[in-house]
Structure formats: C-alpha cells, structure tokens
C-alpha cells in the first residue's frame, strides 16, 4: 500500500483561499468513486492561522504505479484544475506502508 499526501499553499485573500479549499476538498472526496486505484482519500483545510499551508490530502492506492494511474486519471486532472491561479507552493511524500 501507498500513502500519497500532498500539501498546498494557496494564494488570493483569506475568504478566496477558503472558498478554493473547500471547492477543492468536495471535488477530492468524490474521486474514490471515480478513480478504481484509489482505495481512500481524506482532505482537511487547515485551521491554525500560524501555518501558511492551506490544505493537506492523504491518498491510499495498492502500488507506486497507482499513484501515477490516480494523478493522470481526468477526474484527478479536473479536481486539481479547481486549484489554477491559487496554487502558490505544493509539497508531495509518497511512500509504502
């Protein structure tokens, strides 16, 4: 098994990044029923105003290859397109466990 999380920064005023945060997480929480690989996904919007990352994701597929299949699938492509003109940084760890 892999767990594939990612983390973003986001850019644009505080009501404009929460709004994109939440299009973003309801968009990923459908993706399990889209994407066979992928196994589970669990989204949260980060509430510390003394961290700069937005939101954080945490994706189990079977294999590394999976990730690759769950990244390229359209329905992953358009969730992530939800993120265009706010994207500001992104961080990713994969790894087995």
């Known amino acids: 098994m892999v767990k594939h999380i990612v983390t973003f920064k986001l850019s644009g005023t505080e009501e404009e990044k929460l709004a994109v945060a939440k299009n973003f997480k309801a968009a990923l929480e459908d993706l399990p029923r889209e994407i066979e690989v992928l196994q589970s996904i669990e989204v949260g919007i980060n509430q510390n105003p003394n961290e700069c990352w937005n939101v954080v994701l945490t994706a189990i597929v079977p294999t590394m290859a999976d990730v690759d299949v769950y990244a390229k699938h ?8 939800l993120l265009n003109g706010h994207k500001e940084m992104r961080a990713c760890v994969d790894y087995e466990f």
Do not use: G
Request: neutral net charge.
């Open 74 to 81: 359209p329905a992953h492509i358009a969730a992530a397109s």
